[in-house]
């Protein structure tokens, strides 16, 4: 088996922020646009209908609806799509069934963080020109990718758009993005974090790898390193092709718990800003976390690779942990059980504290503060 490659002699570190995400320059306008939001939500009092204000700034919005919320979100995939074209030269497959679920994971695993069950999704497919759907063979494999994520998650595929937006989107290239719906019901089932307490257990759900998060760290990478995409990882996998192992999708682990009674007293879904999100609630809580979860190895490489040191790995990528369930201590090892069960590794990982809000990760020394992470207004 070849060895990876070493860093480069002398190269300096390549953090998320030089590859070209820079959430402290992006977090201002979603705080701006989720005040003008907040603005809006007199508009539903003509429908009978009501917004559930504490829903502002997570990773759902949510409306009641009477008998039952309804819950909507809208993501992209971002970046991963030019990893799958440029992995098509190298192994001969297309991988856009992969980053359909990848997609609908963006999606699907945000909106079950406030409670809800998935029930429908649009799909919203722009490409840079009509050629792009000439290729039949990838165009197949995105929508057997879509259809088998949605049958999954027990949720319908109800339509999309498919625009052809040249000079906008580029030549040969195709941003993908889902929206979807979820009912919240019943509505006991709603998880905005008000019965969040110390003494929680934090459970941590493993990721799959990268997931779509970080993506464009990994890309600048691939330039880096000689054999870029080619280069092998320590179990002898393609650093592209450990790339594009799909999302994890999480519902099926919370309707599970749901229908074994157990109402999560809040989630997060371990995206962007990495384990800084375990503190996305706004409460005056501590999050002290004990036992680390397994890094899968694409992870591993990148922080190796890139020269990065923890804080900017657990604080940019999810390193193992793609969504965080906090529960009543009573509950944890069931939790974890119930995961296992759907083939979904689990960790009873740390516990809440009152106290400051802010991210202890206890075996690597590291905190993150409250002002480390500006996701709401």
């Known amino acids: 088996m ?38 809006t939500a007199p508009n539903l009092a003509r429908h009978g209908l009501a917004e559930v204000a504490a829903s502002r ?5 949510v409306v009641d609806c009477g008998e039952f919320y309804l819950a909507s979100i809208t993501e992209c995939l971002g970046t991963k799509a030019l ?18 679920q990848d997609t609908l994971a963006m999606a699907i695993n945000d909106i079950i963080t406030v409670g809800a069950t998935p029930v429908s999704v649009h799909a919203y497919w722009a490409t840079g020109g009509s050629d792009w759907f000439d290729d039949e063979a990838r165009a197949r494999d995105l929508v057997a990718g879509w259809r088998s994520a949605c049958d999954a998650c027990g949720v319908a595929w109800g339509g999309g758009e498919t625009p052809a937006l040249a000079g906008v989107v580029a030549e040969g290239r195709i941003d993908l993005a889902a929206s979807c719906v979820g009912i919240v019901r019943p509505k006991s089932r709603l998880t905005l974090g ?17 997931h779509a998060n970080g993506v464009s760290l990994a890309r600048k990478l691939a330039e880096r390193i000689g054999s870029g995409y080619g280069a092998e990882l320590e179990d002898g996998t393609l650093y592209g092709d450990a790339l594009l192992a799909p ?31 375990l503190m996305r609630h706004l409460g005056s809580f501590t999050y002290r976390i004990h036992t680390l979860p397994t890094v899968p190895p694409v992870l591993r490489f990148i922080e190796k690779q ?6 900017e790995a657990y604080g940019s990528l999810n390193m193992g942990a793609g969504f965080a369930l906090y529960v009543d201590r009573a509950d944890a090892k069931r939790v974890v059980e119930i995961a296992a069960s759907l ?35």
Do not use: C
């Open 57 to 61: 700034g997570e990773s759902a919005y």
């Open 306 to 311: 890139a020269g990065i040191d923890k804080r």
């Open 2 to 39: 070849a060895q990876p490659p070493s860093p480069a002699s002398g190269s300096e570190p390549l953090t998320y922020q030089q590859a070209g995400v820079d959430y402290a320059r992006i977090d201002p306008l979603k705080i701006l646009a989720q005040q003008a939001a907040a603005a």
């Open 83 to 100: 990893v799958a074209d440029q992995m098509r030269a190298i192994t001969g497959r297309s991988y856009y069934d992969r980053i359909a």
């Open 343 to 377: 083939g979904v590794r689990a960790s009873i990982a740390g516990e809440v504290e009152a106290g400051a809000r802010r991210v202890v990760i206890e075996p690597l020394g590291l905190t993150f503060a409250a002002d480390e992470l500006h996701v709401r207004a």
């Open 194 to 210: 008000e019965k969040l307490a110390p003494g929680d257990a934090i459970v941590l759900l493993a990721s799959s790898g990268i």
């Open 247 to 277: 999302t994890t999708l999480y519902s099926p682990v919370t309707e599970a718990l749901a229908a074994a009674g157990i109402v999560p007293h809040y989630s997060a879904n371990i995206t962007g800003h990495g384990w800084r999100k």
